[in-house]
């Protein structure tokens, strides 16, 4: 089993920045691939951003390139989410995820453990 924790949502007006955190907790973290995925009221969730398990790879929605980077810590078992330049249309709740195969996903369905989310609004 492995624990996610996501912090670091909260309210910012348009073009503004904001980092989210998710902290693992429980197996090896370096042998998960990372995700993190939003989904808005009365939407689907959608993939935001990969990272693989030695952070040498990373792949991010066409939504999101060039104003999101996430990164990770394995030393201190944690992935990041940097998002700059955000749009009101990135208001959502954010969750990281991991999954063990080193299989690239980009499918909600391909990840196995889930964070509890971090509310993200911006503002127009």
């Known amino acids: 089993q492995v624990q996610l924790v996501e912090s670091g949502g909260g309210l910012v007006q348009a073009g503004g920045s904001l980092r989210l955190s998710c902290a693992a907790s429980g197996r090896t973290f370096s042998n998960y691939a990372m995700g993190w995925f939003r989904q808005a009221p009365g939407k689907e969730r959608e993939f935001v951003a990969y990272?693989?398990?030695?952070?040498?790879?990373?792949i991010y929605a066409d939504s999101v390139k060039g104003r999101f980077t996430i990164s990770r810590d394995n030393a201190n078992n944690t992935v990041y989410l940097q998002m700059n330049s955000l749009k009101p249309e990135d208001t959502a709740v954010y969750y990281c995820?991991?999954?063990?195969?080193?299989?690239?996903?980009?499918?909600?369905?391909?990840?196995?453990?889930w964070g509890q989310g971090t509310q993200v609004t911006v503002s127009s």
């Open positions: 990272i693989s398990w030695n952070g040498g790879s990373t």
């Open positions: 995820a991991a999954r063990s195969s080193r299989v690239v996903v980009t499918a909600p369905g391909g990840y196995s453990y």
